[in-house]
């Protein structure tokens, strides 16, 4: 870290706030976005990966996510929400990808398990019986509850940062997060049932 | 006021995670009191288990490298020597390590780091042109010197013993000088 960052903000990255980084931006716009990609680029990549399962893509739509965000121009604007930001880009740019490759027909789910590839790096990582069930329950789902469970439940937001992430009010936040549960209790009985 | 079914259902994820308001949560909680359907639903959901998600480690040194690279490329050259000096945590659940090698390296080239590279490759080639000019002058100059030499021998032999020969310019003549 460098001394600059060391004044303004002594805490590990994940502690530094929204206003630190506005702040030092003023003075060294440079250092406020090494702030922003250190802060975050350790969950987006989390939150890409868990969409797209696939540590590449996941890694260059984390790349794009924070060149789009150095080309932004309100990005360090007071009232701009930058963590709201970050997972809309991230989850928008994720779930085109996941749509392309399904209209290619290349598609990691529509192949057979014992023929993945063995190359795959999520494959040895999503293990668990019960990972595996919730795991295809979520890719059962709409694009919108998969994402809605995933900042709930994987990324951890609260609703009210869900809400400025999906742009939508509070109890809406709710009641898409209520269905996406009510439909996980559908999908998942009948799998444990078997 | 009461709740009715389709609004209990539609809070159900927010009674489980905390997230109504203790009047909302109150009035959430008679319901169930009384609807089996909606307690039976909400008991359901709360069986529910999210167990983390492991993706690859990004603690792995070097992990963040090659975007460090494409970043620092797409805009911001501090970027470069800074973030490379520090990771950040690992997500939870991470357990299987990668080698970044393995990652794609999607450098990405922004308009101005493209025409300095294009100028660059023009003042290459032309640095390039202008040393094979040298040389050929180079090999000129030499040519022509031998053939000087040549000359003030071929002068001594002829000339008698008491006549000096004085080179023929011999000291003035460089590269880009041409012949004789």
């Known amino acids: 870290m460098s001394a600059s960052l060391s004044l303004v903000a002594p805490q590990a990255p994940a502690q530094w706030t929204e206003d630190d980084i506005k702040a030092l931006h003023r003075e060294q716009p440079q250092a406020a976005m090494e702030m922003v990609v250190r802060k975050f680029r350790g969950r987006l990549f989390y939150h890409a990966s868990c969409i797209t399962k696939d540590s590449q893509e996941a890694y260059d739509v984390v790349q794009e996510v924070f060149i789009r965000a150095m080309r932004e121009r309100r990005f360090y604007d007071a009232e701009f929400r930058q963590k709201a930001w970050l997972y809309r880009v991230t989850s928008n740019l ?3 990808l996941v749509r392309n490759r399904k209209r290619r027909g290349a598609i990691l789910e529509t192949v057979p398990r014992k023929e993945r590839d063995e190359g795959d790096q999520l494959d040895r990582v999503f293990r668990g019986e019960q990972r595996e069930e919730i795991l295809a329950a979520i890719d059962q789902m709409t694009d919108a509850h998969k994402e809605i469970l995933l900042l709930r439940y994987y990324d951890d937001l609260s609703y009210a940062e869900i809400a400025a992430v999906l742009d939508v009010k509070l109890g809406t936040v709710m009641s898409r997060l209520s269905r996406a549960r009510r439909r996980l209790v559908d999908v998942l009985e009948p799998i444990r049932a078997d | 006021m009461q709740l009715d079914c389709d609004e209990v259902e539609s809070r159900m994820a927010a ?7 203790p ?4 009035l959430f909680a008679q319901h169930l009191e009384r609807c089996p359907d909606c307690a039976l639903m909400t008991r359901r959901m709360e069986a529910q288990v999210f167990p ?4 690859v480690d990004t603690a792995v040194p070097g992990f963040w490298d090659a975007m460090d690279e494409g970043l620092a490329m797409a805009g911001s050259s501090a970027l470069r020597g800074t973030l490379r000096s520090a990771q950040d ?7 299987a390590a990668t080698a970044p090698g393995l990652l794609r390296r999607n450098l990405r080239l922004p308009g101005v780091a493209a025409f ?4 660059l490759l023009v003042l ?5 042109a202008v040393q094979s000019v040298r040389a050929a002058n180079a090999d000129a100059a030499r040519l022509a010197m031998e053939q000087s030499l040549e000359r003030q021998q071929r002068l001594s032999a002829t000339a008698s013993l008491d006549v000096s020969v004085e080179p ?3 000291v003035a003549q460089g590269p880009f000088r041409g012949s004789l």
Do not use: T
């Not at chain 2, 009674?15 to 308001?21: G, K, N, Y």
């Not at chain 2, 300095?116 to 100028?119: E, F, I, M, P, T």
């Open chain 2, 15 to 21: 009674w489980i995670d905390a997230e109504l308001s």
């Open chain 2, 89 to 95: 945590s690992p997500q939870p659940g991470g357990v």
């Open chain 2, 124 to 128: 290459a080639v032309g640095l390039a």
């Open chain 1, 94 to 96: 994720c779930f085109n």
């Open chain 2, 23 to 26: 009047g909302e949560a109150e």
């Open chain 2, 168 to 170: 023929v310019g011999l």
């Open chain 2, 52 to 55: 983390p998600i492991a993706v």
């Open chain 2, 116 to 119: 300095l590279y294009a100028a």
